[in-house]
């Protein structure tokens, strides 16, 4: 019982921390572009969480049997240069309140994932949070026509999580051989090389970014991929990803709000039906 309660207030914490690095990257996106701030934003994590190990002498994480260290790449570029390209496009072309709803579904995925491919089983109330969740996509997808928004914003913001959950399902299984600092910082050094080989075309935007957006960005690294991601893969470690990714999916609420009140965005009635059956799902879904 304790290992549960620990592991969902890692979740929820790491939520907090994604909610509030969702708001930034927005701000940071109204002239970069979506693979330029993401570039920078991992190339300061991984620095980071490189000068990290190097403190807690955590470095030996790169002499692992390579299969473990070829899973984490995947992972890596899965989770934050596939994935997070669409989710940032997304961001640049619909806004928070409307690509988050969407982008929340990851843990639909990730359990799916989780029964195919690790032998999890799956309760009567997990498959209900689950058909709420794609009513909500639904919701939020008929939403979108209506108001004629961007249906190409709405393809990246649905691609996004399906990427995202198969990051979670391989790092889920390196849980159980790497220790989750070592295995939150490999995923986030790998990622900065993955997305690298976009460098030679957006290396003179990142040369033109200012004071006010690095400071942003950094922020964005910070919150997102160093808090927030040691905080959910330190939770997989606990209770696995059919609980951690419900939990954390929670974000919607607080990056929606967040959203509101600092950006101003205004979103409709549906999008907030949307919003609530995304958070009625998730919440059947964790209770796992």
């Known amino acids: 019982m304790q290992t549960l309660l620990l592991g969902t207030t890692a979740a929820l914490a790491s939520a907090f921390s994604w909610a509030s690095s969702t708001i930034m990257i927005r701000v940071g996106l109204r002239r970069l572009s979506p693979i330029g701030a993401n570039i920078f934003r991992l190339y300061v994590a991984s620095t980071l969480f490189l000068i ?153 935007e990142l040369k033109e970014i200012s004071r006010k957006e690095a400071l942003v960005l950094i922020g964005a690294a910070v919150f997102g991929l160093i808090l927030g991601q040691y905080l959910f893969v330190y939770s997989v470690s606990l209770v696995g990803s059919p609980i951690a990714a419900p939990v954390s999916a929670i974000n919607p609420v607080i990056a929606s709000l967040l959203a509101v009140l600092l950006l101003k965005e205004r979103p409709s009635a549906r999008i907030f039906e949307g919003l609530i059956l995304a958070v009625m799902g998730v919440v059947l879904i964790s209770l796992g």
């Open 52 to 204: 990290i190990f190097m403190l807690t002498g955590n470095l030996g994480v790169f002499k692992l049997p390579v299969r473990l260290l070829i899973l984490a790449f995947i992972s890596a570029q899965f989770g934050f240069v596939i994935g997070d390209y669409f989710y940032f496009n997304a961001l640049k072309r619909m806004g928070v309140s409307r690509t988050v709803p969407i982008t929340s579904t990851y843990p639909l995925w990730a359990i799916l994932w989780a029964i195919l491919f690790l032998g999890r089983s799956v309760k009567p109330h997990v498959i209900l949070g689950a058909v709420l969740v794609v009513l909500a996509i639904i919701i939020v997808k008929r939403a979108e026509e209506q108001e004629h928004a961007d249906r190409l914003g709405f393809l990246f913001a649905f691609i996004a999580p399906i990427s995202w959950s198969v990051a979670i399902t391989i790092m889920d299984y390196l849980t159980k051989s790497i220790p989750s600092l070592q295995l939150a910082g490999a995923r986030m050094i790998f990622a900065a090389m993955g997305v690298s080989m976009f460098l030679p075309r957006y290396g003179r």
